[in-house]
């Protein structure tokens, strides 16, 4: 089995005369925390998107978990889980409720979502708030639980788009202990982020700008290349090239 959990060569998107995503290439690796990062209006959402089997390349092409980003998106949706910033989760339905309803989506059996809601309940705590409706769930618990259920049916990879945005530093960094966890077990972390304190807790970082895939390292290396004391600094200095506006 390979190690190379997403795969994309040349991977491009145009809408008519503008060109989106430019012929990016990368791997990302089984257990791999990847940060992928960009100004608004670099393409990383338009990446993503295609990724995730929302929209098919122009050209180029990839692989999302063995499946052809060309040819099989429905297939993508079914082996991968999502999160963004706008939680998905139904306030007015039970915690228990919603564990159910996407479960189903994902395709588990009624045995198998019995289960792995039980499981992860336990894990995070939450067995007491089993029928507590999520509207009343505190922020920080909505984004725990949010994440929960977009590992319940075990995916090879797990979409973050902007996840921690709007939370205190403390659910921030509760929040990046799940996804240490889930990366330690094998799940690949493929996230979006503004803050620049989180891109240093990533394995690698790719950093778009104009549609292009511009530096591709660890934080580290990054830092080294280009003279700088933090990450910020680092993405500042690409963006600051910038041809596209807001």
Known sequence: MTDIVISVRDLTK??????????????VLRGEIFGFLGANGAGKTTAMRMLCGLSYPT?????????D??????????????????????????????MRLFAGIYGLTKRETE???????DRLNFSSERNTLVGSLPLGWKQKLSFAIATIHRP?????????????????????????????????????THYMDEAEYCSRVSIMVD????????????????SAESMDEVFRTLARGAQRGE
């Open 14 to 27: 145009r809408f008519g005369d503008f060109t989106a995503v430019d012929r990016i290439s990368f791997d």
């Open 115 to 121: 289960e792995r809601a039980a499981e992860l309940l």
């Open 69 to 98: 980003v060309m040819r099989e998106g429905e297939k993508i949706k079914h082996h991968i889980g999502y999160m963004s910033q706008r939680f998905s989760l139904y306030n007015d339905l039970t915690v228990w409720e919603n």
């Open 156 to 192: 090879e990879v797990v979409f973050l788009d902007e996840p921690t945005g709007g939370v205190d530093p403390v659910t921030r960094r509760q929040f990046w202990e799940m996804i240490y966890e889930a990366a330690e077990a094998g799940t690949t972390i493929f996230v979006t």
């Open 59 to 67: 050209s180029g092409s990839g692989t999302v978990a063995g499946y």
């Open 211 to 226: 549609g292009q895939v511009r530096a591709l390292d660890t934080p580290a290396r990054l830092k080294q290349q280009f």
